[in-house]
């Protein structure tokens, strides 16, 4: 079984940036598209970000196109998402996840999910 750790979250004030971080306990994941997916208070999650197993294909929800960057290093089990220029509807909690059917594109999850790393967008 594999497991999700999220971090690198915390407060940061509008047009700030964060780098967060999913680490996994298991290399399993270098075969899996993945994802970062985030859950704001009383809405559904959804998907902001995927990147294919080799990294060289991604995908990127409208909102966040243009200011987060997904990326991976499969050598450390690890995903990245650098967001930039942030705004308070970014305010969330975040979490990873992968696709356990396929490289890419990233259709569902199949991990269990994380803790997650809450970020807070405000002056």
């Known amino acids: 079984q594999v497991q999700l750790v999220e971090s690198g979250g915390g407060l940061v004030q509008p047009g700030g940036s964060l780098r967060l971080s999913c680490a996994a306990s298991?290399?399993?994941?270098?075969?899996?598209?993945m994802g970062w997916y985030r859950q704001a208070p009383g809405k559904q999650r959804e998907l902001v970000a995927s990147i294919s197993s080799d990294g060289n294909a991604n995908g990127y929800a409208d909102s966040v196109k243009g200011r987060f960057t997904i990326s991976r290093d499969n050598a450390k089990n690890t995903v990245y998402l650098q967001m930039n220029s942030l705004k308070p509807e970014d305010t969330a909690v975040y979490f990873c996840n992968g696709d356990t059917f396929r490289s890419w594109p990233l259709l569902r999850t199949g991990f269990s999910w994380g803790q997650g790393t809450q970020v807070t967008v405000s002056s």
């Open positions: 298991r290399s399993l994941i270098r075969a899996y598209a």
